[in-house]
């Protein structure tokens, strides 16, 4: 009896998606929205209002100082007294020099611009939603899984829409790409990649409630910084 040679096709299995990626093939145009926001686009292609690069900064400061930097504290608290993995609170902390540094930056951007921080409008209500969902996001009960997921979404949502600025194709003005480089950078890409890491964990051990809390709130940060970012525009 001959013998016949059949290839064998073996198929790999497929590789299971993490809850961050679900949600991020699921909720693309929303986070399209907010990574290529026409702010982040008309640095891209160069077609910025240099006014609106000054509100932006003005704006930066203020949210970093009162909204993003409190919010980053309480996470770190969080993880401290929640989780179970040491190595939470110290990729957290790693986050905290960047914030750090940032407002040091926009502090000496500012006269540059010719931008008094001490005079920014924050009493718009897109701006004042923002702040607020920040702020409420800080209180103790809001889990540490909700929490890190959101950390994690602001971080991503600065990076990839600053390394958009960054590409071959971009004709960024040179005014701005140091700004673009603070975010856009493959460290703070690396430092993204490990809170994915950690929202990710959680996320797994999490109930399917715990889940869909924290779906729920990533939604609304990208509705709240898409609002935020929209004033930018003037």
Not at 16 to 33: F, G
Not at 97 to 106: F, G, K, R, V
Not at 186 to 208: D, I, M, P, R, Y
């Amino acid at each position: 009896m001959e013998k016949t040679n059949e290839a064998l096709t073996i198929e790999k299995p497929k590789e299971k998606l993490t809850q961050i990626e679900k949600w991020l093939r699921k909720h693309k145009l929303q986070y399209t929205a907010a990574t290529k926001h026409p702010f982040i686009n008309s640095i891209h292609d160069g077609s910025i209002d240099f006014s609106s690069f000054k509100i932006w900064l003005g704006r930066e400061y203020v949210f970093v100082k009162t909204a993003l930097a409190p919010f980053a504290a309480s996470v770190l608290l969080k993880a401290w007294k929640e989780s179970v993995d040491s190595s939470d609170v110290e990729v957290i902390l790693a986050g905290l020099p960047y914030l750090n540094d940032e407002i040091s930056w926009l502090k000496e951007e500012a006269p540059m611009w010719h931008v008094s921080l001490t005079s920014v409008v924050v009493d718009h209500k897109p701006i004042l939603d923002y702040f607020r969902f920040f702020e409420r996001l800080t209180s103790s009960d809001v889990k540490y899984t909700e929490a890190v997921t959101i950390l994690w979404a602001v971080e991503s949502v600065y990076h990839y829409g600053f390394a958009h600025c960054l590409e071959e194709d971009n004709t960024t003005p040179e005014e701005m790409k140091a700004a673009c480089k603070r975010w856009g950078n493959e460290s703070f890409k690396q430092h993204c990649q490990s809170l994915e890491t950690v929202a990710n964990n959680k996320l797994e051990q999490a109930s399917e409630e715990e889940v869909s809390k924290a779906e729920v709130l990533f939604l609304e940060f990208l509705e709240n910084v898409v609002g935020f970012w929209s004033l930018k525009l003037g």
